[in-house]
């Protein structure tokens, strides 16, 4: 019925959610990188092209950037610089920021699992994607 369906649902979610906030908190996860996206299209990533690994307080990895003409990489290893995350346990979100390499990343943890990554330089070279964060 449906009020048993939903009821699965909202469980898989608090599931989902809390397996997330326990990869962050251990701050020892990867980013594996499904779509990027800009204002005008949208492309399917090769399988891990786009990964970013978060171990302590040091990111390695790669991301794919789509510029208005075709695909590139951008390639981080640096130290990370202002770490936050933040955790609604209401609406089961997951708001992580920090600094590396000159960049500002941003990455939103949906209850689903959906991790919506921002990488913003301050400068044209703007990153949005979609993925999955696992166990590093």
Known sequence: DAQESRGLGDVYKRQT????????KSNDFQYVGNYVFNNKKREKLEADSSTLKIDKNKINGQLTSLSTSNLSIV?????????????????QTITISFKAGGSQIYISIKPNGNTFLTLSNGLSKNITQVGKISKG
Do not use: C, M, P, R
Request: glycine residues 0%; hydrophobic residues 30%.
């Open 17 to 24: 959610y809390n397996a997330s906030k326990a990869l962050v």
């Open 75 to 91: 390639n981080i290893n640096d130290t990370i610089k202002d770490y936050s995350a933040s955790f609604n346990d209401e609406k």
